[in-house]
């Protein structure tokens, strides 16, 4: 494949979807596979939608994804401005263009006027009635009104919008890369607004414009726009423009986890797991997410499992960094059918990512993104930590959920086993115990010989003492090798809970 120019082009109507993020995923991949060049454009015409912040949220996206725009309205470009709201004079221009040459005209319905309209045809029987060829000629328009009376409206209107004039009974046919040859017949159309009463364009209008003014030779996007691409289709032959119009590839959806429906911004809350990528604070508790990074996701797992939800290499292989996916990414790879949202398989890809990261890399992740927990913690610390949970945890959070005794002070103790093992005689024999580790060097293989001797010498076996141990250090059951973790957390630090843990062990079983 030659070089392309592809472009992602959002709405900075709210937080990015996680779906939007695997359109530019793919974006991405095709402009780096091929050289070619990756474009950020904000479709920002819809300014009733307009949300304050939604803009540097997608650059922000983006950056923590690593996908980076060669052009865009934060890094400049060749095409500029790439903020559509900056290229109304662009558009107005190329709208006119249109109507001088008899392939869109003005129009001055009202909305009141269009409803009357809709609800005459249907009442005449006609199934889903629309402004378009049928009724035109039943509107206030510059096609039914005398030109000196159009002159006199355009002056005088504040509802003057610019529609395009679509010709019955014409064919057209797009090419989709990923769907095939899909097939429209222009009967079926309605004459699309290109030019809104405030000057502002509509989607179709800036969308076409701008993809052949900024050279676009690869459209893809979400399956919702297929419909949509006839009336493109028709705009590029209303310019003239056939010659370069570029190639479209529709993706499929990305549907909820049980495979039934599209994935919802809503749904996150409901299931529990992230649908954006980074955390959304709206006006509302009901508007406010966390994002995959907020719960503990790496960027490059996250990155790896959107590129799977529709797209498979061909191989048995799952663990890709962003130069692989580039250079084994390819349009026609990608499945028709639905992508379903499989939160347990992207814990897996990040469980992998985690376990083969440099602890240190692991360690700096940690105070970067979690400065709040980790703002007192020592590097090294950390990295020692890393390295004895790394493969216990699915996510950076988990590391503080999972080892939070390494960070804190006990307070808690699974209570049930020491209510039925802590017998009378063991606290006498744990405070030998403890006595014999003061004497000891603190490290793991001393720690541990200590331990074998003391329990040859009391003849108890491991599951005398190994239990409470684990107790009093961890709180849990659960965790690390203990004689590690022992030695990262410290003698001083280990002797004190060991004490305030036997003393808790007698209140409990007194307790009961």
Not at 284 to 311: I, Q
Not at 367 to 372: G, H
Not at 436 to 444: M, P, Q
Request: proline residues 4%.
């Amino acid at each position: 494949m030659d070089k392309v120019r592809v472009r992602f082009a959002p709405s900075p109507t709210g937080p990015l979807h996680i779906g939007g993020v695997r359109t530019a995923l793919y974006t991405y991949l095709i402009a780096k596979k091929t050289g070619g060049a990756f474009v950020l454009r904000i479709e920002d015409t819809d300014q009733n939608r307009y949300v304050t912040g939604a803009e540097e949220y997608i650059i922000k996206a983006l950056e923590w994804c690593g996908i980076s725009p060669d052009e865009g309205p934060h890094v400049g470009g060749d095409y500029g401005p790439y903020r559509q709201s900056e290229r109304k004079d662009i558009y107005n221009k190329h709208a006119k263009q249109l109507v001088e040459q008899g392939k869109a005209y003005y129009a001055f319905d009202t909305a009141d006027e269009i409803e009357k309209m809709r609800e005459r045809l249907s009442e005449e029987g006609q199934h889903a009635p629309k402004y378009d060829y049928s009724s035109r000629m039943s509107m206030r328009n510059s096609l039914t009104l005398s030109e000196a009376e159009t002159k006199k409206l355009l002056k005088e209107s504040d509802d003057v919008i610019i529609r395009l004039k679509v010709q019955p009974n014409e064919e057209i046919i797009v090419h989709d890369i990923i769907r095939g040859e899909v097939r429209f017949n222009s009967s079926e159309l309605d004459d699309k607004v290109l030019l809104k009463a405030d000057g502002m364009p509509t989607y179709h209008m800036a969308n076409i414009v701008d993809d052949h003014l900024m050279e676009i030779t690869h459209v893809i996007r979400g399956e919702e726009w297929l419909p949509s691409t006839a009336h493109h289709v028709l705009l590029y032959r209303a310019f003239k423009w056939e010659d370069t119009m570029p190639k479209f590839a529709h993706l499929s959806l990305l549907l909820k986890p049980n495979g039934k429906g599209k994935l919802s911004k809503r749904d996150g809350a409901k299931f529990g797991f992230p649908v954006f990528p980074l955390a959304w604070r709206g006006e509302s508790e009901e508007d406010s997410f966390k994002g995959f990074k907020d719960y503990g996701f790496d960027p490059e797992a996250t990155v790896n499992f959107l590129a799977f939800l529709g797209w498979n290499p061909g191989t048995e292989q799952e663990i890709f960094s962003m130069k692989e996916l580039a250079e084994a990414f390819s349009l026609d790879q990608i499945v028709k059918s639905g992508a379903r949202f499989d939160i347990d398989k992207a814990k897996w890809y990040n469980q992998q990512y985690i376990i083969n990261k440099d602890n240190k890399e692991i360690a700096q992740y940690l105070k970067k993104y979690n400065a709040e927990k980790y703002s007192n913690v020592d590097l090294d610390y950390l990295e020692k930590v890393a390295e004895l949970m790394k493969e216990r945890v699915e996510l950076y959070s988990d590391f503080y959920e999972k080892g939070k005794f390494f960070f804190e002070e006990v307070r808690e103790y699974e209570e049930k086993m020491i209510r039925k093992k802590w017998k009378d005689h063991r606290p006498e024999k744990f405070n030998r115990f403890t006595g014999v580790l003061t004497e000891k060097d603190f490290t793991a293989s001393k720690i541990k010989l200590a331990l074998e001797s003391y329990m040859a010498d009391n003849e108890m076996g491991y599951g005398d003492i190994m239990p409470f141990l684990r107790l009093a250090v961890s709180g849990t059951m659960q965790g690390p090798d203990l004689f590690k973790a022992m030695e990262v957390i410290g003698k001083e630090r280990v002797l004190k809970r060991l004490e305030e843990a036997f003393n808790r062990f007698n209140n409990i079983v007194s307790e009961k």
